[in-house]
């Protein structure tokens, strides 16, 4: 089993850069994909990114291709969320994710494969 815990979030203005922490508890985060999802009020969670056990394979929703980047530090149990260029429709809850995974590239924007949640950090970006 794992705790994650994000942190990061915050209000900034349109254009500006966030970068979103995910930290895991536990000694097998390395045995996990982690993901990256949003939920904006009123909306239903969304994905934005995903990252392999590796960390050599990613994979971004549209809607965050060319501003988000994820990435991991297995040695840190940690997982990122750099978000540049950020827009008012960004404004969502953000939630990391992890699952079990046995292939080491693996990932996936399956909502529903993800079996371990974090408590979600705000982010606000105002016009």
């Known amino acids: 089993q794992v705790q994650l815990v994000e942190s990061g979030g915050g209000l900034v203005q349109a254009g500006g850069s966030l970068r979103l922490s995910c930290a895991a508890s536990g000694r097998t985060f390395s045995s996990y994909a982690m993901g990256w999802f949003r939920q904006a009020p009123g909306k239903e969670r969304e994905f934005v990114a995903a990252i392999s056990r590796s960390g050599s394979r990613t994979y971004y929703a549209e809607s965050a291709k060319g501003r988000f980047t994820i990435s991991r530090d297995n040695a840190k149990n940690t997982v990122y969320l750099q978000m540049n260029s950020l827009k008012p429709e960004d404004t969502a809850v953000y939630y990391c994710?992890?699952?079990?995974?046995?292939?080491?590239?693996?990932?996936?924007?399956?909502?529903?494969?993800?079996?371990?949640w974090g408590q979600g950090t705000q982010v606000t970006v105002s016009s």
């Open positions: 994710a992890a699952r079990p995974s046995v292939s080491r590239l693996s990932v996936s924007n399956g909502l529903g494969e993800y079996d371990y």
